[in-house]
């Protein structure tokens, strides 16, 4: 069988479908892995086949300015589990989630015709498509084969294409179809899910479950890392997609986090790209800069993770059973921050509160300090972790992917 999987958008999109695509190759299907040129390194380090196709959206520097700040300055707070609940929302939410939806439909704009030359040449039996990729399910309709939709974490069953709230597509969204002379379609008949059970927010009918197995990309385990700790080692990183959405304006808030480790007498690794590391300055002695390793290699030699709230680094630190403070500066990670401190997982501090907290650093301090403390938080981690495991592999979800496929 040929699989074609397909994904716009960075790493946080790309590497969850990296299982799936080598657990399918390992089962003896053909796979390729489709994006945009500007992740042509990315697609490349997955060790995955993978095509280019399309380009960028043609969205302007202001636009892309705008949506930046929606994303990255809400100061208001959302609900809790708000996307269970958008009738709560109001109508500057409502806009947020649309303008996300018709950047997102450019984005499908900028690389469908291409997508659909590629499905015509290779003629696939299905197309796996992650959840923000809209091309991928045009491009499934053009040929005629189904659309797996694949999910990427707590957040990414919110459908952005939706004119909100209700039941309409944007019209951004139907004119991806429409210039094909095809009809919007409905509900994907299947989804793929890696995110656990006790963070998903849906619950659907033709839901594959499937353990979530952490990609970060390749890499070398540091030296030095393994062996007994004499004192807790927290790792802190602020992951891809904010540095790239607001630069280094993005790690602000986490320098707050580095020194109130260091005020506590534990270790502190630092997590994040060359780039975004020497801005820093001089660290604190106890604290080690990682240059672009992969968190899969790195935090199982943890006690415990600050971060913002990425669904990738979230699952990442879930796999590896060990408690996640999050400081989250957008609404999809108070949404993964809240669902982490309902099951006693994690703690949930919003950027925008420290913002305005006169001892924000004290706060921070007195987080992590609740975070190590007794067995409470550690705990909770080893249920999700188990949670986690309790999942289909890989290999058992292809199975039933290919089953669903020739059922369609």
């Known amino acids: 069988m040929r699989i074609l999987l397909t994904v716009y958008g960075s790493r946080p999109h790309i590497y969850p479908l990296v299982p799936l695509g080598w657990a399918l190759r390992a089962a003896g299907h053909e796979v390729r892995l489709a994006s945009t040129p500007m992740w042509g390194d990315d697609l490349a ?60 439909s450019a984005a499908a704009d900028a690389m469908t015709d291409d997508l659909i030359g590629f499905v015509q040449d290779w003629d696939p039996d299905a197309v796996v498509y992650d959840t923000d990729s809209y091309a991928g399910i045009v491009a499934a309709a053009a040929a005629g084969v189904p659309a797996v939709q694949h999910r990427n974490g707590p957040d990414s069953g919110l459908r952005y294409e939706m004119v909100q709230p209700g039941s309409e597509p944007l019209p951004e969204y139907a004119a991806l179809f429409e210039r094909h002379g095809l009809r919007v379609p409905g509900d994907p008949p299947a989804i793929v899910d890696p995110t656990p059970p006790t963070l998903r927010g849906d619950a659907l009918p033709e839901l594959i479950g499937m353990q979530y197995v952490p990609f970060n990309g390749p890499g070398i385990m540091p030296d030095g890392l393994t062996g007994p700790r004499p004192r807790p080692r927290v790792l802190v990183t602020w992951g891809h997609s904010i540095a790239e959405g607001i630069g280094h304006e993005a ?54 993770i ?39 997982a994690g703690i949930h501090l919003r950027v925008p509160d420290l913002q ?30 188990a949670d986690i495991e309790s999942q289909p592999a890989p290999a058992e979800a292809v199975g039933r992917l290919v089953t669903l496929i020739t059922t369609i």
């Open 45 to 104: 380090n997955t060790g995955l086949p993978a095509v280019t196709v399309g380009g960028s959206p043609r969205v302007s520097r202001a636009q892309r300015d705008a949506l930046a700040k929606m994303v990255y300055y809400q100061a208001t707070p959302w609900p809790t589990d708000w996307a269970a609940n958008l009738h709560r929302l109001n109508r500057e939410q409502w806009d947020y989630l649309e303008a996300v939806g018709r950047y997102m």
């Open 251 to 304: 790690a602000r808030p986490f320098q707050q986090a580095v020194d109130a480790i260091a005020e506590l007498g534990m270790d502190c690794l630092i997590a994040a790209t060359a780039t975004e590391i020497e801005p820093l300055g001089t660290l604190p002695d106890s604290t080690r800069a990682l240059a672009s390793v992969p968190l899969q290699l790195v935090l199982p030699q943890c006690d415990a």
């Open 306 to 344: 600050i971060h913002q709230g990425g669904s990738g680094t979230a699952l990442t630190a879930a796999a590896a059973g060990i408690p996640q403070l999050v400081m989250a500066s957008y609404p999809e990670a108070d949404m993964c921050a809240d669902r982490l401190a309902a099951i006693g």
């Open 356 to 385: 305005a907290d006169h001892d924000s650093r004290a706060t921070v301090r007195d987080a992590v300090a609740t975070l190590l403390s007794g067995d409470g938080y550690a705990e909770g981690a080893r249920r999700l972790r």
